[in-house]
């Protein structure tokens, strides 16, 4: 396997950020299961450990949920803006 820039990474992850948005935008109709498919995403973003703190001891395995939580936000966020942009129309 070819070593990839970060740059090629992330222009990688963002092109793949950007096609779940349009998938989840394009399911997420009025019907029963679009709001399922909102509150899947949106209960994976809540930070669930059951923590008062969930950063007073770092890790790396809370470094990588952490990051994969802001991730789900994105998707979520992006999805539904994108959605009420496409309703306006």
């Given at each position: 396997?070819?070593?990839?820039?970060?740059?090629?990474?992330?222009?990688?992850?963002?092109?793949?950020?950007?096609?779940?948005?349009l998938?989840v935008?394009?399911?997420?109709?009025?019907?029963?299961?679009?709001?399922?498919?909102?509150?899947?995403?949106?209960?994976?973003?809540?930070?669930?450990?059951?923590?008062?703190?969930?950063?007073?001891?770092?890790?790396?395995?809370?470094?990588?949920e952490?990051?994969?939580?802001?991730?789900?936000?994105?998707?979520f966020?992006?999805?539904?803006?994108?959605?009420?942009?496409?309703?306006?129309?």
């Amino acid at each position: 396997m070819s070593e990839l820039t970060n740059e090629e990474i992330e222009g990688r992850l963002n092109a793949q950020r950007e096609t779940l948005t349009l998938v989840v935008a394009l399911l997420a109709g009025l019907d029963a299961t679009s709001e399922r498919i909102w509150a899947e995403l949106e209960a994976r973003f809540q930070f669930q450990n059951n923590q008062e703190d969930p950063g007073a001891v770092p890790s790396r395995a809370f470094a990588i949920e952490s990051a994969m939580m802001r991730e789900f936000k994105l998707i979520f966020e992006e999805a539904r803006a994108r959605k009420v942009e496409w309703n306006a129309e």
